[in-house]
């Protein structure tokens, strides 16, 4: 019989204000194995813990009860503090009277007579646990970054600089990301290429970062600490090695007409090509889709010109798996695709545009050479209006809820550099609200409506009216002025709402990392864990877990990559003691258990089982514990309930059932 | 029949998976979305480790309704786990229904972790339709009755 003592924590308020903590102690005091039962007004204090462990020597408890906040806040405390007190951490068992009972329910007895209800299936519980012991796992000591933007590198060069070894996959032919596509970033005004490009440099020159490029993550297997994933190395066409960047084949390609990605498709780029200038690696990729080559079998001239001989046309995808023991998520986002939005015109006009595509305009490197020129005809505008949350904090299904976070600053960017280099062109900017917090961002907005006088409209545009002298009537309401104004404007630019990469859902499902409704990866806490995924050696860096700006991006960098070198500096992981366990007298070694196991840690060995009326070698279920997650397939899925789930097992399970229905 | 205030308060059983809906779950506690108190949740590692046996016995003890939980479908912290339970309760409601257990007592339903407001929707829905369905008489054992 196991003696259990009941702790019943206030949370301050949080909990004793819907519930009757007195009366819920004093109510399962009674139970079943029951033999000290209090509360407290912070149990997860320092004074509260010591009170438990002063409680479980003083009345030799073999079991704690804790009710309080949710256990995936602090079952973890409760069971370091059952250790320090010399009971084993899985003697511990959580009653969430906190998230499950007083915060959603009003009425004190109501709420309380929950809370009893749900001590006494914790109780039950524990009458029924059993002293497990912590496995150990060795650590893999190497990191994989998905996504080689901004977020990527700054994780990467973080870890390496730590002494472990880092390897990037990016999906494109270079790393950089959405940061090289940039002309200036706020609210400093540097160009943001002089500040990246080093860093993608530095990246690629690190002898502990290997960067895998043109390459996507196919599959990840293993569990933290001991991951094994399969990169796809697209076939590039070019051989690494051999090529010595110097672009010749891009000059003398003939195929000239293919969309460039990286200038958002404002112009044309080769078929073998690399995307930007600066790209790093500097070596170009052949795209097959569009290269002569590989449509009709003729042309073969950037193989001809190349004089190091590295085009390779019989280059193959090629497979490679290697082993981590942390993988960081930086896959970035995009902008989300506006033909819902045709209220604005964008498919019908080239001169409406996103604020991506002016970036792309705007910059020295770009499609117009950083004059500032209509995609139409190639004057210059003088009226431009800048419409924001295009897509942004949209309450149906069009467009997303939350705010893009980063559109009012560049907007305000934008704004002033026109102004600034252009200062006869007419600037108007139609808002809902400016939002700039951040250090020296206020001062940065007004600097744009006080210094360069950009006209600011508080309200809402309806519609964008291409005309037939290729101008556009921007049909909007003031509403300061409470009044429907029309302005007329050459171009018109849309802070359309930025989403997670497209590939997101996949990459989340093979690392079973949990997402929300938006696609955004959740962290494992929003406040205290706000870098780390709930599932254990995923991390999260970047615009992957939510909206940010560059600085936020770099500090959330280096804080995945401080958390993936707490992770590696490790030499063996604690493993969870939660796993299955066969009990070979019941087992029949019928095999639906290892059908169900996605881990392969159930195998078969002919075993002696004796016991009552049995004594025979037989074939019977093993489980490998050390590949055993926890999951609990096995157990409701075995027909002769020989198999179980040590933490979670039938019988617990049965007896929680059992006291919620009492 | 359990009454309160002249109301029928139905005892619900809420299988959770420690991934996702457990944490839909807390995200609805912590946004303070209220839903009934008759709902009582138990933590599974996963929908996959539920056994039929834990929901006919909670039947067989007096609950109402029956509802599991689980991350979506390719969400599974495990992987498959959610399929299974999707596929085993598929029978097992079928079986139940066939015994006198209305489908709407029994539920499965996907909720993540970021799924506050569904969560307290689904409970709400839940409760709601097993109130109008009234007391679980079909399976429940008389002597566990008070």
Not at chain 1, 240 to 255: A, F, L, N, Q, R
Not at chain 1, 279 to 298: H, L, Q, S
Not at chain 1, 545 to 573: H, M, R, W, Y
Request: proline share 5%; with cysteine.
């Amino acid at each position: 019989m196991q003696r259990i003592g009941v702790f019943v924590c206030h949370c301050g308020t949080n909990i004793a204000a819907t519930v009757d903590v007195k009366k819920v102690a004093e109510l399962v005091r009674f139970e079943p194995g029951v033999v000290h039962a209090e509360d407290y007004t912070y149990m997860c204090s320092e004074v509260g813990q010591q009170r438990i462990i002063d409680t479980v020597k003083e009345k030799n408890l073999t079991g704690i009860v804790v009710c309080s906040c949710s256990p995936r806040m602090h079952e973890a405390t409760f069971r370091k503090c059952a250790e320090k007190a010399g009971i084993n951490p899985y003697m511990v068992e959580i009653a969430n009277i906190r998230e499950h009972c007083s915060w959603i329910h009003k009425d004190m007895e109501e709420a309380t007579e929950k809370a009893v209800i749900l001590a006494r299936a914790a109780i039950a519980k524990v009458n029924l646990n059993a002293p497990l012991q912590e496995g150990e796992s060795p650590v893999t000591k190497r990191a994989l970054v998905i996504g080689g933007g901004i977020a990527g590198i700054q994780t990467a060069i973080d870890i390496a600089e730590a002494g472990y070894p880092v390897d990037i996959v990016e999906k494109t032919p270079s790393i950089g990301g959405r940061m090289s596509q940039l002309d200036k970033t706020f609210p400093t005004l540097d160009c943001s290429s002089c500040i990246l490009t080093p860093k993608m440099v530095e990246a690629s020159a690190h002898p502990l970062i290997t960067l895998h490029t043109y390459s996507e993550v196919e599959n990840v297997s293993g569990f933290v600490g001991n991951f094994e994933v399969d990169i796809r190395k697209k076939a590039r066409s070019v051989n690494m090695d051999k090529c010595t960047g110097c672009g010749v084949c891009m000059t003398k390609c003939p195929m000239k007409k293919v969309p460039s990605e990286f200038n958002r498709n404002l112009n044309t780029r080769t078929a073998i090509y690399t995307p930007f200038a600066q790209a790093v690696p500097n070596v170009p990729v052949i795209d097959r889709e569009n290269c002569m080559y590989f449509k009709t079998g003729k042309c073969g001239v950037c193989s001809k010109v190349c004089q190091a001989g590295a085009v390779d046309y019989e280059q193959q995808d090629e497979i490679i798996t290697e082993k981590y023991g942390a993988i960081v998520v930086a896959t970035g986002f995009d902008m989300i695709k506006l033909d819902k939005f045709d209220e604005y015109a964008y498919s019908q006009s080239a001169d409406v545009i996103t604020s991506l595509e002016l970036e792309r305009i705007m910059n020295a490197a770009g499609p117009t050479s950083g004059h500032l020129e209509r995609i139409s005809d190639g004057k210059a505008p003088k009226n431009i209006v800048f419409i924001q949350c295009v897509g942004s904090r949209c309450n149906d299904h069009r467009g997303k809820p939350y705010c893009s976070k980063i559109c009012c600053m560049y907007t305000a960017k934008h704004a002033m550099l026109i102004r600034d280099k252009y200062p006869d062109t007419n600037v108007t900017v139609f808002y809902i609200d400016v939002r700039t917090p951040g250090k020296n961002f206020d001062e940065f907005y007004r600097r744009a409506v006080e210094q360069y006088h950009v006209n600011y409209v508080k309200g809402q545009v309806g519609k964008v009216v291409p005309k037939a002298d290729g101008t556009l009537d921007v049909q909007g309401v003031d509403l300061l002025d409470n009044k429907q104004i029309v302005v007329n404007a050459d171009m018109v630019v849309l802070a359309a709402a930025i989403e997670p990469n497209p590939d997101i859902r996949k990459i989340a499902t093979m690392l079973t990392a949990s997402i929300d409704t938006n696609n955004f990866l959740t962290e494992a806490h929003a406040k205290l864990r706000p870098v780390e995924s709930p599932t254990a050696g995923i991390f999260l860096s970047g615009v992957t877990q939510g909206p940010k700006d560059i600085p936020e991006t770099v500090s959330q960098a280096g804080a995945a990559a401080v958390k993936v070198i707490g992770l590696l500096a490790k030499d063996k992981l604690k493993t969870n003691p939660c796993t299955a366990k066969c009990d070979p007298i019941a087992c029949n070694g019928c095999s639906t258990c290892a059908n169900v196991c996605p881990y392969g840690a159930i195998s078969y060995e002919d075993q002696l089982v004796r016991g009552p009326g049995v004594n025979e070698t037989r074939r019977v279920a093993v489980v490998n514990t050390a590949l055993c997650q926890g999951c609990g397939a096995c157990s409701a899925s075995c027909p002769s309930g020989a198999m179980d789930l040590q933490g979670f097992s039938n019988r617990q399970l049965i007896s929680e059932v059992d006291a919620i229905c009492r | 029949m359990p009454m309160i205030n002249g109301e029928f308060r139905p005892k619900i059983v809420a299988f959770c998976c420690n991934w996702c809906s457990y944490g839909g779950a807390d995200l609805a506690g912590s946004s303070r979305l209220s839903y009934p108190a008759d709902v009582k949740i138990i933590r599974v590692p996963c929908s996959g480790r539920v056994n039929p046996m834990f929901i006919l016995r909670a039947f067989e003890r007096g609950a109402d309704g029956v509802i599991i939980c689980g991350c979506h479908p390719g969400d599974c912290h495990y992987s498959t786990g959610n399929y299974y339970a999707r596929r085993r309760m598929t029978l097992l409601f079928s079986m139940l229904e066939y015994i006198g257990i209305e489908n709407g007592r029994t539920r499965v339903e996907w909720v993540s972790a970021a799924e506050g407001v569904k969560f307290q929707a689904t409970m709400n829905e839940f409760v709601e339709k097993v109130k109008s369905l009234g007391e679980n008489v079909r399976l429940g054992d008389l002597r566990c009755k008070d």
